[in-house]
């Protein structure tokens, strides 16, 4: 194989690598974003988890109209 034959076959490689490598990267940066917005509405949803239990707990502690 010639020598010019071979640098075009390494530049094409690298092309190839160069681009599957912005796509990795495109991919990355996705997942990260919906990794973020996971994370933030299991925070709510504890929060709000923690905020019915607490509330639930409240109810369940007060006595009943009739022993009053």
Not at 14 to 32: G, P, S
Not at 56 to 68: A, C, G, L, R, V
Request: proline share 3%.
């Amino acid at each position: 194989m010639a020598d010019e034959d071979r640098i075009v076959k390494i530049e094409s490689a690298v092309a190839h690598l160069e681009q599957l490598t912005e796509t990795l990267n495109e991919t990355v940066i996705e997942q990260d974003k919906t990794l973020r917005r996971l994370n933030q509405q299991l925070e709510q949803l504890t929060e709000r988890m923690a905020k019915d239990n607490a509330d639930s707990i409240k109810s369940n502690n007060t006595k009943p109209p009739h022993y009053q």
